[in-house]
């Protein structure tokens, strides 16, 4: 054998040849060992060390203190002479062998052993053999899971409760970190059924009561795990149950419960439900970017350095779902019904009483494109506006949100008659259709959901059915000929409109399917011809909607029955956002002088944007005038299914009349003044109301009462609001006074976690880490009380300037209870001049940091303090520069003991209850040793003396 070397480091021996300088190489990637050594060889030297070569026993043995561990596969497992290699070994040592019965997976903060065996084995020199578990170093919770689990098995994180899938997900799942206080229970797999409620509550019955606080529950698959079932386990096991939306792969939390293929990140993290059913977000993940305005809201666009922008009019939260972004102001939608998308991080935006929303996908672009960075995004609209925004901003993108069906005939039609597309605004039945001939077969509606089609294909079938006139005959029954009318001019109108106030509808005869034009408007991708120079874009959307309806309503009727739906009376808000929008999206008011307009506008003409709508509310003799009315008008047939399908396809696909007409430079626009905007902004005159002009008898159901706008170059003014109240100011540090002895709620830790954000995380995972390799560090107290209190003591720490509210320094003084008191002298800067009486009392509101007192120059003058109370920061910053520091908590009480002698004076203070002359001794011994004041660098220590008591 050639001559051999033995290389230590902090947590391991490496036995390798001598001439070999990167043996150490072997230990990376390790779990760090809270007390034992790892035991090691080179691969050239590995046989040997598993033999107990005398060679190799001779150069380990003055290098071991204690247990060793040794990564070696089966190194525990007995062979066929019933003695394990791991036995020999130990008593060649001397010392207690960890080892692996089975092969062992490096993964996250543990070593796992699998295939046959009982896991990692202890083996005595003396010859006993203890089980350690399937993972090394074990986490808390391993100690307490039963010998038998039935209806589950081992994963390096937990549990898996599953009934048999394919390898490849349990190597998905061995791949999740393990964490020290978080036993993961994963539910199901992509390959499998869900396992039923019974199956889940035997499993967590199975484990002890004290074990179950540590459960975190995740599902793997889609459906795998509802929320209904956890509520039910919630219930029977009397106990809050902790559920996982996203586990932490390759550093990143991800959703295993969507999509098998993509897995897409996650903000949420975790969430608690209460055994009567209250779910609640506990942990997130902050959204990258943004600042957050509370504990539970972020401001779109808002960074430190910029306030008052537009982006602070939109609020964004974290839900389970994703993410929900919705004006400031209003009120949050019922996120507990989103449904998360399944391989991608879903927004969902609603756009309900928003100002200006169609600045909503530029303020969005900057976040969506640092999400994108992590996996796939989906916008998802919540409601109307959010609709026509997403629709309008994202060409291409906007599928049709309702289920589509297949006619015998290969046409794509709507599978429910009442489809509402893209738009909020209800579809007004029409009051006079034309009568369906006697004897018209109906089409039988082959029910094939295409709820996942493309629009692209949608638009593709429609345009390719272009069948003749004789195909048309079998589709359509004939209709009576229709002679058509020149359109005519909204002054012609409304001349006939104040002629003919009772005029009777006109019934007119339907297109044929064969006629009617296939155009489509390009936000949907499906047609690239323009329409012809003298047709709008609104007028040809809407021949597209009405082409494949068979059942036209009369020109009277249908422009009431859109008007009623879609015109409404604006709120102050959007008045005011009628300032605001470029010319091209003005409203052009209507002459004053002129009467209102009777709801008579033909389809094909764009809407009058200038008067003002609102629900007229009937006289008293208007309810008779209208039952006699009703009674002499015949009653109006029902839409036919085929006509009543295409049309909610073309409004599926195309959005309603309101959307084209009313949306503030939407397609359907016609042009606007660009003269108007600089005298809007003038001028702003009262508006005078005219009265209700009278209403057509034949439609009393959809009378409204209109409102005409001056005809002036100004638009009428808000109306006065209240002021919005002024924020508080926020507290200082010196307005804080933490009380003593106050424990911690769990709110103030949510709400106090949830401020900081990625500093928390970061503290958060740096203590986790501290805990493990320190077991003395825990103690029987709440655990999420205590990861939160020394989480802060470190934040604190690391930035003891920052300003921090009462909720903060409630938690951090848990914190610091419980971390070593400090029995020294230690120095914190002061301004220079300042000076206190001796004999004089001063108390800390807050806890202040100061510095050892052989440290560095803390300021222009010091005051020495000696501290017996004060807590010891060497645990929690260990391996930082300042692991030296002290903080001392709030409420501790300093006497000025006077001021040392000497080229440099200092300030001497020492707590109330020390002896007043041991310590002015140790105090004047201190600043002897520190000689003059120096320049300070670091202003961490410096800060101005404490109140008076």
Same mark, same amino acid.
């Given at each position: 054998?050639?001559?051999?070397?033995?290389?230590?480091?902090?947590?391991?021996?490496?036995?390798?040849?001598?001439?070999?300088?990167?043996?150490?190489?072997?230990?990376?990637?390790?779990?760090?060992?809270?007390?034992?050594?790892?035991?090691?060889? $080179?691969?050239?030297?590995?046989?040997?060390?598993?033999?107990?070569?005398?060679?190799?026993?001779?150069?380990?043995?003055?290098?071991?203190?204690?247990?060793?561990?040794?990564?070696?596969?089966?190194?525990?497992?007995?062979?066929?002479?019933? /003695?394990?290699?791991?036995?020999?070994?130990?008593?060649?040592?001397?010392?207690?062998?960890?080892?692996?019965?089975?092969?062992?997976?490096?993964?996250?903060?543990?070593?796992?052993?699998?295939?046959?065996?009982?896991?990692?084995?202890?083996?005595?020199?003396?010859?006993?053999?203890?089980?350690?578990?399937?993972?090394?170093?074990?986490?808390?919770?391993?100690?307490?899971?039963?010998?038998?689990?039935?209806?589950?098995?081992?994963?390096?994180?937990?549990?898996?409760?599953?009934?048999?899938?394919?390898?490849?997900?349990?190597?998905?799942?061995?791949?999740?970190?393990?964490?020290?206080?978080?036993?993961?229970?994963?539910?199901?797999?992509?390959?499998?059924?869900?396992?039923?409620?019974?199956?889940?509550?035997?499993?967590?019955?199975?484990?002890?009561?004290?074990?179950?606080?540590?459960?975190?529950?995740?599902?793997?698959?889609?459906?795998?795990?509802?929320?209904?079932?956890?509520?039910?386990?919630?219930?029977?096991?009397?106990?809050?149950?902790?559920?996982?939306?996203?586990?932490?792969?390759?550093?990143?939390?991800?959703?295993?419960?969507?999509? /098998?293929?993509?897995?897409?990140?996650?903000?949420?993290?975790?969430?608690?439900?209460?055994?009567?059913?209250?779910?609640?977000?506990?942990?997130?993940? =902050?959204?990258?970017?943004?600042?957050?305005?509370?504990?539970?809201?972020? +401001?779109?666009?808002?960074?430190?350095?910029?306030?008052?922008?537009?982006?602070?009019?939109?609020?964004?939260?974290?839900?389970?779902?994703?993410?929900?972004?919705?004006?400031?102001?209003?009120?949050?939608?019922?996120?507990?019904?989103?449904?998360?998308?399944?391989?991608?991080?879903?927004?969902?935006?609603?756009?309900?009483?928003?100002?200006?929303?169609?600045?909503?996908?530029?303020?969005?672009? =900057?976040?969506?494109?640092?999400?994108?960075?992590?996996?796939?995004?989906?916008?998802?609209?919540?409601?109307?506006?959010?609709?026509?925004?997403?629709?309008?901003?994202?060409?291409?993108?906007?599928?049709?949100?309702?289920?589509?069906?297949?006619?015998?005939?290969?046409?794509?039609?709507?599978?429910?008659?009442?489809?509402?597309?893209?738009?909020?605004?209800?579809?007004?039945?029409?009051?006079?259709?034309?009568?369906?001939?006697?004897?018209?077969?109906?089409?039988?509606?082959?029910?094939?959901?295409?709820?996942?089609?493309?629009?692209?294909?949608?638009?593709?079938?429609?345009?390719?059915?272009?069948?003749?006139?004789?195909?048309?005959?079998?589709?359509?029954?004939?209709?009576?000929?229709?002679?058509?009318?020149?359109?005519?001019?909204?002054?012609?109108?409304?001349?006939?409109?104040?002629?003919?106030?009772?005029? $009777?509808?006109?019934?007119?005869?339907?297109?044929?399917?064969? *006629?009617?034009?296939?155009?489509?408007?390009?936000?949907?991708?499906?047609?690239?011809?323009?329409?012809?120079?003298?047709?709008?874009?609104?007028?040809?959307?809407?021949?597209?909607?009405?082409?494949?309806?068979?059942?036209?309503?009369?020109?009277?009727?249908?422009?009431?029955?859109?008007?009623?739906?879609?015109?409404?009376?604006?709120?102050?808000?959007?008045?005011?956002?009628?300032?605001?929008?470029?010319?091209?999206? !003005?409203?052009?008011?209507?002459?004053?002088?002129?009467?209102?307009?009777?709801?008579?506008?033909?389809?094909?003409?764009?809407?009058?944007?200038?008067?003002?709508?609102?629900?007229?509310?009937?006289?008293?003799?208007?309810?008779?005038?209208?039952?006699?009315?009703?009674?002499?008008?015949?009653?109006?047939?029902?839409?036919?299914?085929?006509?009543?399908?295409?049309?909610?396809?073309?409004?599926? *696909?195309?959005?309603?009349?309101?959307?084209?007409?009313?949306?503030?430079?939407?397609?359907?626009?016609?042009?606007?003044?660009?003269?108007?905007?600089?005298?809007?902004?003038?001028?702003?005159?009262?508006?005078?109301?005219?009265?209700?002009?009278?209403?057509?008898?034949?439609?009393?159901?959809?009378?409204?009462?209109?409102?005409?706008?001056?005809?002036?170059?100004?638009?009428?003014?808000?109306?006065?609001?209240?002021?919005?109240?002024?924020?508080?100011?926020?507290?200082?540090?010196?307005?804080?006074?933490?009380?003593?002895?106050?424990?911690?709620?769990?709110?103030?830790?949510?709400?106090?976690?949830?401020?900081?954000?990625?500093?928390?995380?970061?503290?958060?995972?740096?203590?986790?880490?501290?805990?493990?390799?320190?077991?003395?560090?825990?103690?029987?107290?709440?655990?999420?009380?205590?990861?939160?209190?020394?989480?802060?003591?470190?934040?604190?720490?690391?930035?003891?300037?920052?300003?921090?509210?009462?909720?903060?320094?409630?938690?951090?003084?848990?914190?610091?209870?419980? *971390?070593?008191?400090?029995?020294?002298?230690?120095?914190?800067?002061?301004?220079?001049?300042?000076?206190?009486?001796?004999?004089?009392?001063?108390?800390?509101?807050?806890?202040?940091?100061?510095?050892?007192?052989?440290?560095?120059?803390?300021?222009?003058?010091?005051?020495?303090?000696?501290?017996?109370?004060?807590?010891?920061?060497?645990?929690?910053?260990?391996?930082?520069?300042?692991?030296?520091?002290?903080?001392?908590?709030?409420?501790?009480?300093?006497?000025?003991?006077?001021?040392?002698?000497?080229?440099?004076?200092?300030?001497?203070?020492?707590?109330?209850?020390?002896?007043?002359?041991?310590?002015?001794? +140790?105090? !004047?011994?201190?600043?002897?040793?520190?000689?003059?004041?120096?320049?300070?660098?670091?202003?961490?220590?410096?800060?101005?003396?404490?109140?008076?008591?």
């Amino acid at each position: 054998m050639t001559s051999i070397t033995v290389q230590r480091t902090g947590f391991g021996i490496v036995v390798a040849e001598s001439d070999d300088a990167e043996a150490t190489a072997v230990l990376e990637g390790l779990p760090p060992l809270r007390a034992a050594r790892y035991l090691t060889a $080179t691969p050239a030297l590995r046989d040997a060390l598993r033999s107990a070569d005398a060679e190799v026993v001779d150069a380990v043995l003055p290098h071991l203190d204690g247990e060793v561990v040794v990564p070696e596969a089966g190194l525990a497992k007995r062979g066929d002479d019933g /003695e394990a290699e791991s036995t020999r070994l130990a008593q060649a040592l001397g010392v207690s062998v960890v080892a692996p019965e089975g092969r062992i997976v490096r993964c996250e903060g543990t070593l796992f052993s699998v295939g046959g065996g009982d896991g990692w084995i202890a083996q005595s020199p003396l010859g006993g053999r203890v089980r350690a578990g399937r993972r090394y170093p074990a986490p808390a919770w391993q100690s307490q899971l039963p010998e038998s689990l039935r209806g589950a098995a081992h994963i390096p994180a937990g549990l898996w409760i599953t009934a048999g899938t394919a390898p490849r997900h349990a190597m998905r799942l061995a791949g999740i970190a393990v964490r020290e206080r978080q036993l993961l229970v994963v539910a199901g797999s992509p390959s499998e059924p869900a396992p039923t409620e019974e199956r889940l509550l035997a499993v967590l019955r199975s484990l002890p009561v004290e074990t179950r606080s540590a459960v975190v529950l995740a599902g793997f698959g889609q459906g795998s795990l509802p929320l209904d079932v956890v509520r039910s386990l919630a219930a029977a096991l009397d106990q809050p149950l902790r559920v996982a939306h996203g586990v932490e792969l390759d550093g990143a939390p991800v959703r295993i419960d969507g999509d /098998e293929d993509a897995l897409p990140t996650t903000l949420a993290l975790e969430s608690v439900c209460a055994p009567d059913g209250t779910v609640t977000l506990e942990r997130w993940a =902050p959204p990258p970017g943004l600042v957050a305005a509370n504990a539970v809201e972020y +401001r779109l666009g808002e960074t430190p350095t910029t306030r008052r922008r537009a982006g602070d009019r939109w609020v964004v939260h974290v839900v389970s779902a994703g993410l929900v972004v919705r004006p400031a102001g209003q009120p949050l939608v019922d996120h507990a019904a989103l449904e998360a998308p399944a391989a991608s991080l879903g927004i969902f935006v609603q756009c309900d009483g928003a100002q200006q929303p169609a600045a909503l996908p530029a303020l969005l672009a =900057p976040l969506r494109e640092r999400l994108e960075q992590r996996s796939a995004v989906t916008i998802h609209p919540v409601d109307g506006a959010a609709r026509r925004v997403v629709r309008d901003a994202y060409p291409g993108e906007w599928a049709p949100t309702e289920s589509l069906a297949i006619t015998a005939d290969g046409r794509i039609v709507a599978a429910a008659a009442d489809a509402s597309g893209d738009t909020d605004v209800p579809v007004a039945p029409a009051a006079t259709t034309e009568a369906v001939a006697e004897g018209t077969p109906a089409t039988e509606v082959e029910a094939v959901e295409l709820a996942t089609i493309a629009v692209a294909v949608a638009v593709a079938s429609l345009r390719a059915e272009q069948p003749d006139a004789a195909a048309a005959d079998d589709v359509a029954p004939a209709q009576p000929e229709r002679t058509v009318q020149p359109e005519r001019t909204r002054a012609q109108r409304r001349s006939d409109a104040t002629e003919q106030p009772s005029r $009777t509808p006109v019934r007119a005869a339907a297109v044929p399917a064969s *006629l009617a034009p296939a155009t489509v408007d390009a936000v949907i991708g499906g047609d690239d011809d323009a329409p012809a120079p003298e047709e709008s874009a609104g007028a040809a959307s809407r021949r597209a909607r009405d082409a494949h309806v068979t059942n036209v309503p009369t020109v009277d009727t249908a422009a009431a029955a859109w008007y009623a739906a879609a015109v409404r009376r604006p709120t102050p808000a959007e008045a005011s956002d009628d300032a605001a929008l470029p010319s091209d999206a !003005q409203q052009t008011p209507a002459p004053a002088a002129a009467p209102a307009p009777a709801p008579t506008i033909a389809p094909e003409a764009a809407a009058p944007a200038a008067p003002r709508a609102r629900p007229a509310a009937p006289k008293e003799a208007e309810p008779a005038a209208a039952a006699a009315a009703a009674a002499g008008a015949p009653a109006a047939p029902t839409r036919a299914a085929a006509g009543a399908a295409n049309d909610a396809l073309s409004r599926a *696909l195309q959005g309603s009349a309101a959307t084209r007409l009313l949306g503030g430079g939407t397609r359907g626009a016609t042009a606007r003044p660009t003269t108007e905007v600089g005298e809007q902004r003038e001028a702003a005159p009262e508006r005078v109301a005219a009265p209700a002009p009278a209403q057509p008898a034949a439609t009393p159901a959809l009378a409204a009462q209109v409102e005409p706008v001056v005809a002036t170059a100004a638009v009428a003014p808000e109306p006065a609001q209240a002021p919005a109240p002024a924020p508080a100011p926020r507290p200082t540090a010196s307005a804080i006074d933490v009380p003593l002895g106050v424990r911690s709620t769990a709110d103030q830790r949510h709400r106090v976690r949830s401020a900081l954000g990625s500093r928390y995380d970061v503290a958060s995972r740096t203590v986790a880490q501290l805990l493990a390799q320190q077991p003395g560090m825990r103690v029987a107290t709440d655990r999420s009380a205590m990861l939160t209190g020394l989480s802060l003591v470190r934040v604190f720490a690391t930035e003891p300037h920052a300003e921090y509210d009462l909720d903060f320094h409630t938690c951090l003084a848990e914190g610091l209870a419980m *971390l070593p008191t400090a029995r020294s002298v230690v120095v914190r800067g002061i301004p220079a001049g300042v000076d206190a009486t001796p004999g004089s009392l001063l108390r800390l509101r807050t806890p202040l940091v100061a510095a050892a007192a052989d440290g560095p120059a803390t300021g222009p003058s010091e005051a020495l303090i000696w501290t017996t109370s004060g807590r010891r920061l060497d645990r929690v910053l260990h391996g930082t520069p300042g692991a030296a520091d002290v903080v001392l908590p709030a409420g501790v009480r300093l006497r000025v003991l006077g001021s040392a002698e000497g080229p440099s004076p200092r300030l001497l203070l020492a707590e109330e209850s020390a002896d007043a002359e041991q310590a002015l001794a +140790r105090l !004047q011994a201190a600043a002897e040793a520190r000689g003059e004041v120096g320049t300070h660098a670091i202003d961490r220590w410096f800060g101005d003396l404490p109140l008076a008591a």
